[in-house]
Nanobody
């Protein structure tokens, strides 16, 4: 059965770090754009980050830029989200999702690309989520 499975969530103190993972089951992540979304109680789902074909092809929402890092390890069929300097407002259920058509790469210069993440409805596969709670 094709599915995405998130793992690694838990309770962490403010200022702490946590790494969550998204693994494909019966499903190869290599050629998909992978996104992380989060949803806190009473709030709308928020797109956090996405990654394209390589670890250089990434986008981050302003709310997590400089604190979160998304990477992919194709050998392990896994995408990671390393979260540092965590804040209570990062508390949410975190979901990973896979888009078959990947991300859009917009050239800014011969050496620079801007990554545009797929729209939520372009992600075909979704995991069930992992809870991240930031609290003292």
């Amino acid at each position: 059965q094709v599915q995405l499975v998130e793992s690694g969530g838990g309770l962490v103190q403010p200022g702490g770090s946590l790494r969550i993972a998204c693994t494909g089951s019966e499903f190869t992540l290599d050629y998909h754009g992978i996104g992380w979304f989060r949803q806190a109680p009473g709030k709308e789902r928020e797109g956090v980050t996405c990654i394209g074909p390589t670890n250089a092809d990434t986008y981050y929402a302003d709310s997590v830029k400089g604190r979160f890092t998304i990477t992919r390890d194709n050998a392990k069929n896994t995408v990671y989200l390393q979260m540092t300097s965590l804040k209570p407002e990062d508390t949410a259920v975190y979901y990973c999702a896979a888009a078959p058509d990947g991300v859009t790469l917009v050239p800014l210069s011969p050496q620079r690309m801007r990554v545009v993440c797929p729209e939520p409805d372009e992600f075909e596969y979704w995991g069930r989520g992992t809870q991240v709670t930031v609290s003292s």
